[in-house]
Nanobody
């Protein structure tokens, strides 16, 4: 089973940027959708952004225009570039692929 490990989280001021990375322990060539989710305290986990094998992307309305998802199948990596961060982006961010287990998550905290 391919394992996913997220990294890149941290503390950033509002308006700042972070890039999250998701490293897969095996090939993701056959995984159609790779996605980032997030879960804030007391809230349900929500889809932030997704990218298919063909490169089609989808974004939550709240992050559209600020976040950019990308994937590198050769390097088995998925990235999430987050710009213009807001306090409401504070959450644990998780990487997920179709048929794969959740990663352990990485904390993003945006100070206002």
């Amino acid at each position: 089973q391919v394992q996913l490990v997220e990294s890149g989280g941290g503390l950033v001021q509002a308006g700042g940027s972070l890039t999250l990375s998701c490293a897969a322990s095996g090939s993701i060539l056959s995984v159609d959708l790779m996605a980032w989710y997030r879960q804030a305290p007391g809230k349900q986990r929500e889809l932030v952004a997704g990218i298919t094998r063909a490169g089609a992307t989808t974004y939550a309305h709240s992050v559209k225009g600020r976040f950019l998802i990308s994937r590198d199948n050769a390097k088995r990596m998925v990235h999430l570039r987050m710009n213009s961060l807001k306090a409401e982006d504070t959450a644990v961010y998780y990487c997920k692929g179709d048929g794969l287990n959740w990663g352990q998550g990485t904390q993003v905290t945006v100070s206002s």
